[in-house]
Each structure stands twice: as C-alpha cells, then as structure tokens.
C-alpha cells in the first residue's frame, strides 16, 4: 500500500426486513380493496392464503356483484346423455367476483369498424309514381359534407342546389344503396331504402318562406347478429312551389336518434365485408 492511499472499508449489506407476522396479514387484508387484494394474493404461497381468504372475496362480491351470489346455488345440466350434473357451488367467491369484474369491464368499448367511409359511396335514385326518374346520383360517403352539429353522426347532406331537379306534385319513391368502392376487393352493395313518400305528405312539405323538406324512413335488413332496430332515413330539403330539390340527407337511425358514424359502419360492414 502506497503512503497516503485510505483503506477502503467494506459496506455491511443490510439484511432484508422480515416478513410480517402472519397474524398481521389477517388483520390487513379486510380494509383492501379489490385491486389490493388481487396483487397481494399473487406476492406468496403465504400471502396466497391469507389474501385469498373466501371470506374476503364473499365481502366484494356482496358489495359489487350481489346477484352473482344467487349462482352458487344454481344447479345445471352439462350432459344429458348421462344426466351428469354440475353446480356453481364449487366455485370460490375470488372466481366468481373476477368472472363478473371481467364481464364489466370487458363490454364498455367496441371494436373499431373494419370498414372506413373511404370505402362506401351512396347511390341515390327518386323517381315519380310512374318511374319516371327525377334525380339520380352517386357520392363518395367521405366527400359528403356532415350536417351541421352532427359530427361524428352517421348523417350525411349533399348539396344538389345546381340540379334544378324538381319533385313536383304527386306520390315519389326513394331507393337508397350503399356500396363497397375498395379497390383492394370486389364492389359489394346493400339497398339501405326502397320506399315511398306519400303525396300528401310531399304536398305538406312547403311551409312558411317558401321552403320545407320531406323525408321518409325505412327498417334496414337484419344482419346475422340482430340490429333489427336500425332505420334508414333520407331527408329531401325543397324549396318553392315546383319543390326544387336544395339538399339530400342521408342517416341511420336508432330509437329517434342517429347512430355514430362508427355504428353505422359496423352494421354495413356485415353486408359489404
């Protein structure tokens, strides 16, 4: 060792601090909470069974999912070839409140759709009683101009103010299609609406200013997995006495209000995916 060099004393390493008393788990484990107890159960064999208590677990499932509870005396068949039974009765209460936490939490958010608006246009015929066609036209769902104070809405307006097309008196028809534009796939289409809108309420449709509008709606088919409640809507804004076609709105609807924009593409993508 050279003159003036310090010794370098070893550190003493601190020795872990006990684990608590087994007593004191017992003691601490009723005031967690859900969370809590779930990471504190997973720490040790020790702790497994101090925090993994039945009786802990049948205290959160009283607070949180009372009507699970009803499940342990429920009594059901699984093979009726050998009348084998089975009960929930089996089941510990740390399962079951986990089983019900997993259904609560597992359905607050869909899927996003598979399909975009990019990839749908909307093909728009309305013809007179007799067939006569009035106004046609196609419009790329992503070009369409969203009415106002709808964003986010599956509720489109197109502005045909440059047609000059005019409804005129009498009964006309509407017939509504959407179509799958993806040039990665093969076109796909669905027919949103085939209805009539009677004439007397296409006679009612000027009002005060010279300008009005009339719509009619329709059920949209059922895909596979229900939505039956679904309704196409189309609006026509008109104006003067010979019914100038302004604006055409187009929507789905569900129980008086529109559906997002991202419900209304998940119903479409069961028919053009």
């Not at 066609?133 to 104070?149: C, E, G, P």
Request: charged share 20%.
């Amino acid at each position: 060792m050279r003159d003036g060099e310090a010794t370098a004393m070893p550190t003493a390493r601190r020795a872990p601090p006990p684990p608590p008393p087994w007593e004191l788990l017992h003691l601490v484990a009723p005031f967690l909470d859900a969370a809590s107890l779930a990471a504190a159960y997973c720490v040790s064999t020790s702790w497994n069974a101090a925090f993994g208590a039945d009786y802990l677990w049948a205290r959160l499932c009283v607070q949180h999912y009372p009507a699970a509870l009803g499940l342990l005396r429920l009594r059901h068949l699984t093979d009726t070839d050998d009348q084998r039974q089975c009960s929930f009765s089996s089941l510990s209460h740390r399962r079951l409140f986990a089983l019900f936490r997993s259904a609560s939490t597992g359905c607050r958010a869909l899927p996003a759709p598979r399909l975009a608006l990019a990839d749908v246009a909307f093909a728009v015929d309305i013809s007179a009683a007799g067939g006569e066609s009035i106004l046609s036209f196609a419009v790329a769902a992503d070009k369409t101009a969203q009415v106002k104070n709808a964003a986010g809405l599956f509720l489109f307006g197109v502005d045909l103010s440059d047609r000059n097309a005019a409804i005129g008196p009498g009964e006309w028809r509407v017939r509504w299609t959407a179509v799958r534009t993806s040039i990665r796939e093969a076109p796909a289409a669905v027919l949103m609406m085939d209805a009539k809108v009677p004439a007397a309420r296409a006679a009612g449709a000027i009002g005060f200013g010279g300008r009005g509008e009339a719509g009619v709606s329709a059920r949209l088919p059922v895909p596979g997995c229900g939505g039956g409640r679904l309704e196409a809507e189309v609006v026509v804004e008109l104006a003067g006495e010979e019914k100038l076609v302004e604006k055409v709105r187009l929507g789905v609807m569900c129980e008086c209000r529109y559906v997002s924009a991202d419900e209304g593409l998940r119903y479409l993508q069961h028919f053009l995916l």
